[in-house]
């Protein structure tokens, strides 16, 4: 019985385990069929970036001992996410 429970866990983890890979898979050939659009692209155009990009996230600036001001961005692609 608990055996048999542990398994259908188990599987029940593989099984979103693959859905999350078939998901990330079908994202990337949306990504890469974006990007074909603009293989050689002369300017980084409005239309460009609301293709490319899903949100851009500005967060507060950080200002350093010698006055200096740092500002982390972080930009999320469309079906890719964040890259690091």
Request: hydrophobic share 40%.
């Amino acid at each position: 019985q608990n055996e048999q429970k542990e398994l259908e866990t188990k599987i029940r983890q593989l099984h979103e385990t693959m859905e999350a890979a078939v998901q990330t898979a079908a994202d990337a050939e949306k990504w890469i069929a974006l990007m074909k659009q603009y293989v050689n692209p002369v300017a980084l155009t409005a239309e460009l970036l609301n293709t490319l990009i899903e949100k851009i996230t500005v967060h507060e600036a950080v200002k350093g001992e010698d006055g200096s001001r740092e500002q982390e961005v972080e930009i999320y692609y469309r079906f890719i996410g964040k890259i690091d």
